[in-house]
């Protein structure tokens, strides 16, 4: 099929396929699933500019089908997700400006490699020593299917810590009855929501592998709601960067219009599937996927080929 | 295989088809012809191909999302 905005020749079966497999991921998960449409789509032959910008597209439409899906199970936290999309464009624009300034001093490539590998490695190896400790010290759930409120019942091994940044006084504090949060500080939020955001800016990508166990861990919203919470977050912060990408002639919304409709699908199942599983198993389940991000970062440092 | 899980799979697999029939129709008829004025859009007025684009997408979103909805409930209301 041809897409005549980047001129490239496509199989719109391969772009369902991906766009379904890359669903599955971002409606169980929560996250945008750049790291895998990105090489994804440079693999078909798209331009890396035009595979950004279509990527962030694409992620819009997945993420507004998995978070109503969300919406419709109880796990979107809509007062939450309004004030982090606010900290995530202020953060982007950050991470973008950073990146910039890298540019000029002329060693952008290895500073961003190098703190990329050492993001992933680190939320990949204290994830798997969370949920691992998480799940050997709680009580064994029943067997089978975990579903309703029971799944939803979340315990942290760091639920200490999270406790403690909930007790900080920094005014003004806000409750998020929907996440059962009694009380936080609203910088802390937008704090977590920046950070998030600069890593986008500065990795690439929509940062849901940094933002969702940090809404986990430092906030204390249960992993249903984060992943929920996270999806309609990404819809705002994602939608931006579109809107950004287009107006630089970088996305091609024919090729996202139909990587939608296998990833309609998928971020259906994988929204659904979450309710079979308690939270510390869906944070162990999450720890592979920034080690794939490590993968291509280490491929891309030692080949010189971006993906 | 459990009889309910059999009957999830079957129900899962006609939705599935009958999708993939609605979506092979939209490539053809929809994509080829929004292609081209689309195409102008973003080489003559990137501002407004942008608007356009975020509408697309969020429209398709909504869209999709209830037709696989509609679907589901269908098939599974005549399995049972």
């Known amino acids: 099929m041809f897409f005549p905005i980047s001129g490239a020749h496509i199989s719109p079966i391969y772009l369902t396929v991906a766009g379904f497999l890359i669903g599955i991921l971002g409606g169980f998960f929560g996250v945008g699933g750049s790291f895998i449409a990105g090489p994804a789509l440079r693999?078909?032959?798209?331009?890396?500019?035009?595979?950004?910008?279509?990527?962030?597209?694409?992620?819009?439409?997945?993420?507004?089908?998995?978070?109503?899906?969300?919406?419709?199970?109880?796990?979107?936290?809509?007062?939450?997700?309004?004030?982090?999309?606010?900290?995530?464009?202020?953060?982007?624009?950050?991470?973008?400006?950073?990146?910039?300034?890298?540019?000029r001093a002329g060693n952008v490539n290895l500073v961003v490699s190098i703190v990329s590998i050492a993001v992933y490695l680190s939320i990949s190896t204290f994830m798997l020593w969370e949920s691992r400790k998480t799940l050997t010290s709680q009580k064994r759930l029943p067997q089978g299917m975990v579903k309703g409120a029971k799944a939803k019942q979340d315990h942290s091994a760091f639920m200490h810590v999270t406790h403690s940044i909930q007790r900080l006084k920094i005014w003004p504090m806000i409750e998020l009855p929907v996440s059962g949060v009694k009380a936080i500080s609203l910088w802390v939020i937008l704090f977590v929501a920046f950070v998030g955001g600069l890593f986008s800016g500065f990795l690439g990508g929509g940062a849901g592998y940094i933002r969702m166990p940090s809404m986990v861990y430092v906030l204390g919203v249960p992993?249903?709601?984060?992943?929920?919470?996270?999806?309609?977050?990404?819809?705002?912060?994602?939608?931006?960067?579109?809107?950004?990408?287009a107006i630089k002639g970088n996305v091609d919304i024919l090729i996202a219009l139909v990587m939608n409709t296998g990833a309609a699908v998928g971020a259906q199942i994988g929204a659904i599937s979450t309710q079979y599983f308690a939270g510390p198993k869906i944070r162990l389940a999450f720890v592979p996927l920034p080690l794939i991000g490590v993968a291509i970062v280490i491929y891309t440092l030692m080949t010189g080929h971006k993906l | 295989m459990k009889p309910e899980t059999a009957k999830t799979l079957r129900a899962f697999a006609i939705e599935l088809a009958i999708y993939a029939l609605l979506v092979v129709g939209y490539f053809f008829l929809v994509l080829h012809f929004l292609g081209e004025g689309l195409h102008r859009l973003e080489i003559h007025?990137?501002?407004?191909?942008?608007?356009?684009?975020?509408?697309?997408?969020?429209?398709?979103?909504?869209?999709?999302?209830?037709?696989?909805?509609?679907?589901?409930?269908?098939i599974r209301g005549r399995s049972e």
């Open chain 1, 43 to 103: 693999a078909a032959g798209l331009d890396w500019n035009f595979a950004v910008g279509t990527d962030l597209a694409h992620i819009v439409g997945k993420s507004v089908v998995a978070a109503k899906r969300h919406r419709a199970l109880g796990n979107v936290d809509l007062r939450l997700g309004l004030i982090m999309a606010l900290g995530t464009i202020g953060g982007a624009e950050a991470g973008a400006q950073l990146i910039q300034m890298l540019k």
């Open chain 1, 223 to 245: 992993t249903h709601l984060a992943v929920g919470t996270d999806l309609f977050e990404i819809i705002i912060s994602a939608s931006y960067g579109t809107f950004s990408h």
């Open chain 2, 45 to 74: 007025h990137r501002y407004t191909y942008a608007g356009v684009a975020i509408l697309l997408i969020v429209g398709q979103a909504v869209v999709l999302e209830s037709v696989t909805t509609f679907l589901l409930r269908l």
